[in-house]
């Protein structure tokens, strides 16, 4: 992989020459130029006018906010600014910083007109190849300024939240093949993700690309396809137990004719193909359109529940606290499905910091690679390696396995993907073929720093390492020993 | 089996006598046999792949998507085999090739998620556990202690019927494996209460142990017989070739193919994916054959469900229950097996399931692996001879 240190850059020479550009200086690759640009870090960063009181939620809390938010990992930096914070006043200070759109410029292709089944149909055998060839190409590129994205966003939080509901409203590149529609479908995603959980699922039901990849385009009123309606109730906003195979042929009748018109670029619910009949979901009956179907399903009592389960598992613990997830729930209904009140609400409880959940969530594979690189600081040169080593580890983003997203968890962690994570932490921290310098500069950086072994150790991990570090190692060792431990894989 | 080394190690240690004489030995199963699992992930649609050509039903419920013609082989007077799995009619004609009609669960559920958790699980419908069927029986009847590992996971669709297992691994590249694991940090540790970093604490020593056993001769360089077709599954299957010719002891095999989710355009995607389906296993059982080891192997089709019978407005299938599985291999009892559901007698538009999926699970433990069946109430099908 070869990437370059985040303040610094490389120059063209190539990735054997050992020196670096400084603000625009030519200066000897080494501790010297490692020390120079760590106080120009530091010096950058405004200390925020913090309340000291005894209210303050301190380095460990801190770090768990701001890793359990982020990408597993906080650096010492950050750590500090939100340690002299109160839990509310550190989540309002998160809460309040999240960004709605990405800082990362898109492809260029994005601007550019879909080709439509009819312009393919037309194509030669020759110019659909090139065609498929471009697609893949250009989804490439996408999960790769998506990874970018990741690195270098001043708000991590909102990638967390854009990947928690890529990984709930999930469409996949393999069955939508427009990766123009998916790049649509993240901002949309990122648009919403801290905003109104109904009005995201309304958004979701006329997505070009979700209305592809379930078969919504499919679904007219004398053929139905029940597709988006069954995992609309099981996977998006109920869960299972909570509907009938009733409701979902009824609520299938109400989607149908909902269709994107390839030509004007436009979703609408066609007359011609829509059943306006008269239906009977949950109990209630009418000529619902989807808006009207998706109303009734809110006023289950199961989809708050339902969605506050599922943020307790991404932020807290696999393990479920009903009484936990209930209160959250409780706030969402009462603030009429607000996702931000919702996450103040779970980010600010005991149950968040409580200390048997440290530690009890495995990183996603996004998480690891994202996480690692922020921590060291490093800036990609090229995307491409995280695309593959991300698909290597499980979780191809854009490109979930099926309709019900990456289960993670202990799934992230199997012989295979266990072995690639080894060898990526070894490849970062100890550095391997043309990125052994890059990966060493942050290390240096750490190394060089005024904590204690002991802090340097808490900085990394959740929890105490599984295999404690010798008392006489050195902090080269101390550090290359903390990030291959397996509780470096935790958060 | 045994490589030489070990060998001589447990004959030093006095083992060998001790496991010829043991009366033990007679009652722990008969694992030198093999099971290699097929999951057709989606849902693959059983009544477009052994078809009921003769019914006129089923040309009525499917007006679009129906086969017929030189789009089916011959089974027998009733059932037409699609010709995309054209590639196992010798497989057939030799007895290898079993199917057990009407495959499925009572209360069956349509949730992709459920109703495989399911048939991973072996439970009720309304019933939910964490173990797989596998992991349930190696707890209570396991392969011997010196196998390479007790379940070798291929595809990518994780662990299914081994969840909750000692003893697996899930590779792609075996010779990538052994390498990293040479390389992989070595564990001392205890993993304390934590159940994630106990979860971390096993794959790791599952992969060493799993790793000192396909070094060197146990696999393969390449797999016996005819080449294997570049696909997904085809690659699978050739591993699994390579793993078993080299006498790595395993005792199950799973792969997998995806994409059987056809809500639309159903003929030509399942076409594609049966096509690749028929040419991996008859590669994979030609390989076998010209390995002598074909007696040994226990291949077993599976997918969490069927899809409805009447097709729906884009040319695909929604949802639904029973459908056919196969069984194949040397030792299987080739033909038809099971009722095949009545078209007739739909419920809500899905077929009745005749054989219940836990009676395949009964059938493997009692006639292919000799162990008691953890389901008595499911007694073992007249497949294996």
Known sequence: MRLSAGCVRKTRAGPEDQSIMLSGVRVAWGWPGVLICSLILLSCVTRPQADSSSRAMGLSEARHLLSRTGFGVATITDIRDYASLSRQEAVDRLLSSVLRQPVTPPPVWVDDRPVTGAERRDMTGQERQLLQQQRKRRGEMLKGWWYQEMVVTPSPFTERMTLFWHNHFTSSLKKVREPVFLYRQNLLLRAGAFGDFRELARMIARDPAMLIYLDGNRNSADAPNENFARELFELFTLGPGNYTERDIREAARAFSGVRYNQQQGVVRQSRKLHDDGIKTVFGQSGSFSVDEVLDIVFQQPAAARFIAAKLWREFVSAEPDLQEIEAIAGTLRRSGYSITAALRHLLTSDGFYDLRHRGMLVKSPVEILVGTIRLFGLVPESTEPLVRMGRELGQDIFDPPTVKGWDGGTDWINSTTLLTRQDLIRRFSMGAGRNRMAGRQRLTELVESDLSKAELVRLLLPVPPLTPVPADASRVKLLTMTLSDPVFQLK | ?385
């Open chain 2, 1 to 385: 089996m045994m490589d030489i080394s070990r060998r001589h190690l447990l004959a030093g240690m006095g083992v060998l006598p001790l496991l010829a004489l043991s009366p033990r030995m007679a009652l722990a199963g008969n694992w030198s046999r093999i099971l290699v699992l097929v999951e057709l992930a989606g849902g693959n649609d059983g009544l477009n792949m052994i078809v009921p050509q003769t019914d006129p039903l089923y040309r009525q419920l499917r007006p679009g998507i129906a086969l017929s013609g030189d789009r089916l082989a011959r089974l027998d007077e009733r059932f037409g085999l699609n010709t995309a799995l054209a590639s196992l009619m010798p497989a057939w004609r030799d007895g290898d090739l079993a199917v057990v009609q009407g495959v499925g669960y009572p209360d069956p559920d349509r949730s992709h998620f459920r109703s495989i958790d399911i048939w991973d699980t072996a439970s009720d419908s309304a019933e939910v556990l964490t173990q797989g069927w596998l992991a349930q029986l190696f707890s209570r009847e396991a392969p011997p202690g010196d196998f390479t590992t007790e379940g070798l996971v291929l595809g990518h669709d994780g662990a299914g019927p081994l969840a909750g297992a000692k003893r697996f691994v899930e590779l792609r590249n075996p010779g990538r494996f052994v390498r990293d694991a040479k390389r992989s940090p070595a564990l001392s540790a205890e993993a304390g209460s934590n159940p994630v970093l106990q979860h971390i604490v096993r794959v790791q020593a599952e992969i060493d142990r799993a790793a000192a056993g396909l070094a060197g001769d146990g696999i393969a360089a390449t797999a016996p017989g005819l080449a294997f077709p570049k696909t997904g599954l085809g690659q699978q299957l050739e591993l699994a070739a390579r793993v078993i010719a080299g006498q790595a002891q395993v005792a199950v095999i799973k792969v997998t193919l995806g994409g059987f989710d056809t809500h639309i355009n159903q003929v030509s995607t399942q076409h594609r994916l049966l096509e690749e389906v028929g040419a991996a296993l008859a590669a994979f059982r030609g390989s076998m054959l010209a390995a002598g080891l074909w007696d040994r192997i226990l291949v077993m089709t599976y997918s969490e469900f069927g899809r409805r019978a009447a097709e729906n407005g884009s040319g695909g299938t929604d949802h639904g229950t029973a459908a056919p599985h196969f069984l194949l291999g040397g030792r299987v009892r080739g033909g038809f097996h099971g009722q095949a559901p009545s078209l007739a007698s739909l419920e809500n538009g899905d077929l009745r399931y005749t054989t219940d999926f836990r009676q395949l699970y009964s059938t493997i433990l009692q006639s292919w692996w000799e162990v008691p069946s953890l389901w008595p109430d499911q007694p073992s099908l007249g497949l294996i001879a």
